[in-house]
């Protein structure tokens, strides 16, 4: 990726280093997209008849009364290694990214982009949704309207999904956003009046699609402002958009595929929603409540 021209976002909440009270309540929030340890432990629960509505956010509300904020609990800030700092400042760039894209795309249509604030954190964190785990993987909080990501879980991404690169990781990030972009333009409602129940066409999978197609809607118009984009990057969002599908975690965790029990699409439906996005550039066709098809 080009980053040279990329403008690095300052609406940061930057929580490296700091430790977390610990949380009260379930957490509630937007996972990302079949992300990060807990996609795992959500397929083993499947399997077994438990309940994840502990694990991933369907959808749901904030909880009112939890601790909030980098003042609970904090232990003294510790320095960023010099790997996670570099993560620390590619991000912002992505997110800043984001911002200058949204703002146009939303101005555009005669509407005012309000950003999510980013932020990176280490471990564990209180957020408006409930207490935030690295094992999530990165997720969006739509009561505070905050993405946030452990930045260690990109050593993941391509360790663990098989997914290296820049661009992969901007795609995470971007997907995050999308969700950010949902929740300002009323898409998560019609979700959850589909009902929060996991499934191959159900709300869920659809509002994770839509995510997807989101991100590749950021790549196309980030690539117009600044070309972002050098050779082997669309095949890097490409494969970790697959590596997080739920047939391709599932065969990896349970040997088998379930669809009724799909929560964030296949593989091949996130490559698809991602490239339409990418594609067209235009978040109208990223319509996903309204398809019939996948």
């Not at 940061?12 to 990302?32: K, L, N, T």
């Not at 990060?36 to 083993?44: N, S």
């Not at 197609?213 to 082997?232: D, F, R, S, T």
Request: hydrophobic residues 35%; contains cysteine.
């Amino acid at each position: 990726m080009r980053l040279d021209d990329l403008r690095p976002t300052e609406n940061v909440d930057d929580r490296r280093g700091q430790g977390s009270g610990g949380g009260r309540g379930r957490p509630m929030m937007i996972g990302g997209g079949g992300l990060g340890l807990v996609a795992f432990i959500v397929i083993a629960l499947l399997a077994n008849g438990g309940d994840v509505g502990g694990l991933l956010n369907q959808l749901g509300g904030a909880q009112s009364g939890l601790p909030y904020g980098p003042g609970q609990g904090q232990t003294q800030n510790q320095p960023a290694s010099a790997e996670d700092q570099a993560s620390y400042e590619f991000s912002r760039k992505i997110i800043g990214s984001t911002e200058d894209v949204w703002t146009q795309i939303f101005a555009a249509a005669g509407q005012r982009y309000t950003p999510a604030t980013f932020t990176p954190f280490s471990g564990a964190t209180q957020t408006r949704c409930g207490q935030g785990e690295a094992m999530m993987g990165p997720f969006y909080c739509p009561a505070d309207q905050r993405v946030y990501i452990d930045l260690k879980f990109f050593n993941e991404l391509a360790t663990r999904f098989g997914a290296p690169g820049q661009f992969a990781q901007a795609y995470v990030l971007a997907h995050e956003v999308g969700h950010h972009i949902q929740n300002l333009t009323g898409q998560m409602d019609k979700a959850q009046a589909m009902g929060r129940g996991a499934g191959a066409s159900g709300g869920s999978v659809r509002l994770e699609l839509q995510a997807d197609c989101y991100a590749g809607v950021w790549a196309y118009h980030a690539n117009q402002q600044a070309h972002i984009l050098e050779p082997g990057d669309v095949e890097q969002g490409l494969a970790a958009a697959t590596a997080v599908g739920d047939d391709t975690l599932q065969r990896q965790t349970q040997g088998r595929v379930a669809p009724d029990s799909f929560t964030h699409g296949s593989g091949e439906q996130r490559v698809r929603w991602f490239r339409k996005g990418l594609s067209s550039g235009d978040m109208s066709q990223c319509d996903t409540f309204s398809a019939r098809a996948l």
